[in-house]
């Protein structure tokens, strides 16, 4: 049986959008290969053991993560670079046929390119370094040689994996045009099963419900701030974040009673919310554009109708779903007008916007396309030797 290891920034016990879509990697490759999976443990938080048997293929290797500041780019960037430089020395300690590498740590995608052994998959989860700001001729230099470097050295990988088509624009705008593949990411069926089965609530006020991070990305400020002179509106802001006591204390000093703040709940938590909301919304900040949030998979298999605030690759989705508006990011009067117009509309649950998540982005079903580019590498390189 062949050996793939599988370098990663985030997985268990994390639980993140991250987390679930290399775990789904993990489990449809282990069918049909011994995984190793290198992995940083969350910051501050060193697990015992570094080595974990995770299942008879597949063994969990984890290198210690020290707790730092994400806050400062630099810093954080010089830190990023040092664990993923550990990362791919433990990777390469251990044997293996083939090895891929997901993002969102930016540098692993250099680092691995010069360090790495063997077959290379580089696995584009994110482009993290187009959220740089380049509101200074030094930022704009910062930033366009990043981009650069990431472009330089895609050359060295043999196959190329983005989620999006914004991705794969960006990859395809350095001249290469083959060995690239796009692999969506989405939800994992059992969720899919869980969300489909949500009913419109009755006998509810008009309830909009925010799930997820809270941080200066979603600015869900803007959502309070929209929603504040409708009385009769109730909004739910579930999930914490660095942002979350800063509006706590923002919705306390202005005196805003109608929006209620439930902190991280579980899973199963969340489907309660969901079946008791009228509207699902979400937003992410202008720069974020070729950004796809998880939750939106989620908010459409639940059928319910969505507000998203944002640009890009995530408006192309929301625009092809039923009860869904966009609106542009950052402006509250818009958000006002938005839950307005709904308020007046008539909705039924959407077979349509579950379908297109069934069809297109359960996880399970996305993940046995790595199989396919893992099979045809292996194949080359039998090929060579013979």
Do not use: C
Not at 72 to 89: D, G, P, T, Y
Not at 147 to 163: N, P, R
Not at 223 to 249: F, W
């Amino acid at each position: 049986m062949k050996t793939v290891n599988f370098l990663t920034s985030h997985f268990l016990p994390e639980n993140t959008a991250g987390t679930n879509r290399v775990l789904a990697y993990v489990n449809e490759l282990g069918k049909n290969y011994k995984v190793n999976v290198i992995t940083l443990t969350e910051r501050g938080k060193p697990q015992k053991n570094e080595r974990v048997i995770f299942n008879e293929n597949v063994n969990i290797y984890y290198v210690n993560q020290k707790n730092y500041n994400t806050e400062k780019f630099f810093s954080r960037a010089l830190w990023e670079i040092h664990f993923i430089q550990k990362l791919v020395k433990r990777a390469n300690s251990i044997e293996s046929d083939i090895t891929i590498a997901t993002s969102p740590f930016m540098f692993m995608i250099p680092v691995l390119a010069m360090l790495g052994k063997n077959k290379k998959i580089i696995d584009i989860r994110d482009l993290t370094w187009e959220y740089i700001e380049a509101n200074s001729t030094f930022k704009k230099l910062i930033k366009n040689s990043i981009a650069k470097l990431m472009k330089t050295s895609l050359g060295s990988y043999d196959h190329i994996v983005v989620t999006n088509d914004y991705e794969r624009d960006w990859v395809l705008s350095r001249g290469e045009t083959k060995n690239i593949t796009k692999i969506a990411n989405g939800i994992e069926n059992s969720r899919y099963e869980e969300l489909s089965q949500i009913t419109i609530a009755k006998d509810i006020p008009f309830t909009i419900t925010y799930t997820g991070n809270i941080a200066i990305g979603q600015n869900v400020q803007v959502l309070v701030d929209g929603a504040k002179d409708l009385p009769d509106v109730k909004v739910n802001i579930v999930g914490e974040g660095t942002s979350y006591k800063a509006l706590r204390e923002y919705v306390e000093k202005n005196g805003i009673k109608n929006v209620e703040f439930f902190g991280k709940v579980s899973r199963d938590e969340i489907i309660n919310f969901y079946q008791n909301s009228t509207v699902l919304y979400a937003q992410l900040n202008e720069q974020f554009k070729s950004a796809m949030p998880s939750k939106l998979y989620e908010y459409a298999a639940t059928g319910l109708p969505i507000l998203y605030g944002g640009v890009g690759i995530a408006v192309d989705f929301v625009n092809r779903l039923e009860n869904a508006i966009s609106i542009l990011p950052n402006r509250p009067e818009l958000v006002k007008e938005a839950i307005m117009k709904m308020k007046e509309m008539d909705f039924e649950i959407s077979q349509k916007n579950r379908m297109i998540v069934k069809d297109e982005f359960i996880r399970e079903t996305q993940s046995e396309k790595m199989v396919d580019i893992i099979e045809n590498l292996l194949k080359e390189s039998d090929e060579n030797i013979s």
